[in-house]
């Protein structure tokens, strides 16, 4: 007999053998996982394990949603609000007061006086004439620029100008007339717009400005009606981003409002599966409203995690190389959170859960230009800030801002000023703060005014609530930006 024969026959039965003891391996098996034992008979998966592996797969997409998501509904969030108080495309609110601390707007601040506004481009383009001597923005609805209004990178250089904004994929025949052409991709933008001054005395001459804002439908622009200007001072206005099932309806319903865009497909298809698509009534049962609403809680923490214990390397989240506590509000040099090769999501994500809006304005780097933003949330011995205790920083004299700087401080759960007893949640030069003789600033943040310290270098904070801080630069100078001034880290007094 043939050797050679013998041994292929015998390999060839053990290879059998092998496949039919596989077979029998994982034909029924039981495997271990983290969502407990999952069951397969015949390598099927059982109805149970079907049914809780669908239950897994809902709630991992729905917590991916919702961080992806989290820029659109906080916008959308501010968008009713906004439509709430009256605005369309005639009619904008003003805070003429600046954002008072009633006002739950995430990261707001009582520098500077506001107008802000909502645009709905389904019925057509909308014009908008800009005054002078403003500086804002103009977002879609996933809160990526459409363009600066005012300012240096404005296309009207802080000349004043006539925007024209165009719904999505608009394709009629422009007027002839000269504007700047803003091409939306989503069906409603929001704006906001800023007056700068040297102090609150200013603030009147300043809305008085902001008055001469105009902005109606283009197929009225050859009669156009008077804008409207809704003052909300004195006013409750709640834009923040809403909690458990809550957050799905608001991403349903503005999903539903808005056209698809083609970088958005994978997770419009995730969110499909969960009962979420355009021109579809979300109308999901009790199963899936639980799963939205532990995703939203467990989205909702690791928003918080992912924005204050950041897995960023520390060169590029931290403002200073020597381990001081200030970190930057962006650590990219474009607002879109994009590089060239992938969206960069945890930023993207620790942004918009603490902060609204973006702008060129708040990330290039032009000295004497736009504006400059860096936090704390720790104090020098890495401590988080709370509102029981008493902490102390210098800010070293020359401060780098040629418009104004300021220290706001934010309530860490709503993101929004604290609301104290002096209705002030901020220092700085607009308000007054006063130097030591040698040009720097020590500022002061506990519950009561401390011995000796100057009520305007003081921010009242509530017991048992923690807070963190923003500083504010605008028109930043050189020095910042080189780090040859630095502000000095929070200390703990007691």
């Not at 909308?126 to 103009?138: H, Q, S």
């Not at 000295?367 to 070293?396: C, F, K, M």
Request: charged share 20%; proline share 6%.
């Amino acid at each position: 007999m043939n050797t050679n024969y013998v041994v292929f026959g015998v390999k060839r039965l053990i290879f059998l053998l092998a496949l039919v003891v596989s077979n029998i391996t994982w034909a029924d098996v039981t495997i271990k996982s983290r969502v407990g034992d999952l069951e397969f008979t015949s390598g099927y998966p059982t109805e149970a394990t079907a049914q809780k592996l669908y239950d897994e797969l809902d709630f991992q997409r729905a917590v991916q949603a919702y961080l992806w998501a989290m820029p659109f509904v906080s916008y959308a969030a501010a968008t009713d609000a906004t439509l709430a108080k009256g605005a369309n495309n005639h009619t904008v609110v003003i805070q003429p007061n600046s954002a008072e601390q009633q006002q739950l707007i995430l990261t707001g601040n009582q520098d500077t006086v506001y107008l802000s506004g909502v645009l709905d481009l389904r019925d057509g383009p909308v014009v908008i004439e800009l005054p002078t001597g403003l500086l804002g923005t103009m977002n879609n609805l996933w809160q990526e620029p459409l363009t600066d209004l005012g300012g240096p990178f404005s296309p009207e250089q802080n000349r004043g100008g006539r925007f024209l904004v165009l719904p999505p994929d608009y394709d009629q025949p422009l007027p002839r007339m000269h504007y700047h052409h803003v091409e939306a991709d989503t069906n409603f933008v929001l704006f906001y717009v800023r007056a700068v001054g040297q102090s609150r005395d200013d603030w009147p001459k300043l809305a008085e400005r902001m008055r001469q804002w105009k902005q109606y439908p283009l197929d009225k622009a050859n009669n156009p009606p008077e804008t409207i200007f809704i003052d909300i001072t004195g006013k409750e206005h709640d834009t923040l981003i809403p909690k458990g099932l809550e957050y799905f309806e608001l991403l349903a319903r503005y999903i539903s409002l808005n056209p698809p865009r083609e970088q958005d497909m994978a997770m419009l298809g995730m969110l499909e599966t969960l009962g979420i698509a355009r021109d579809r009534k979300f109308d999901p049962d009790q199963r899936m409203k639980t799963i939205l609403a532990d995703a939203a809680e467990v989205g909702r923490a690791m928003a918080k995690t992912v924005g204050w214990r950041s897995r960023s390397s520390r060169e590029k989240l931290y403002f200073a190389p020597d381990k001081r506590q200030w970190k930057w509000l962006f650590v990219l040099d474009n607002p879109w959170f994009r590089t060239s090769d992938y969206l960069v999501i945890d930023e993207r994500t620790r942004f918009s859960y603490e902060a609204i809006g973006t702008a060129d304005a708040m990330v290039l780097q032009v000295p004497g230009q736009g504006s400059a933003y860096i936090g704390a949330y720790q104090d020098s011995n890495g401590e988080w800030l709370s509102g029981e205790h008493h902490y102390t920083v210098r800010l070293p004299g020359n401060i780098p801002a040629s418009m104004f700087w300021s220290l706001t401080v934010y309530d860490n759960e709503t993101r929004s000023q604290i609301q104290n007893e002096l209705g002030r949640p901020l220092v700085g030069d607009v308000h007054g703060a006063v130097a030591n003789e040698d040009g720097s600033f020590d500022l002061h943040f506990s519950p009561t005014l401390p011995d000796g310290v100057n009520k305007l270098n003081w921010v009242q904070t509530r017991p048992g609530e923690g807070w963190f801080v923003y500083l504010r630069l605008y028109g930043p100078g050189q020095a910042f930006f080189d780090q040859k001034w630095l502000p000095g880290d929070l200390k703990k007094v007691y």
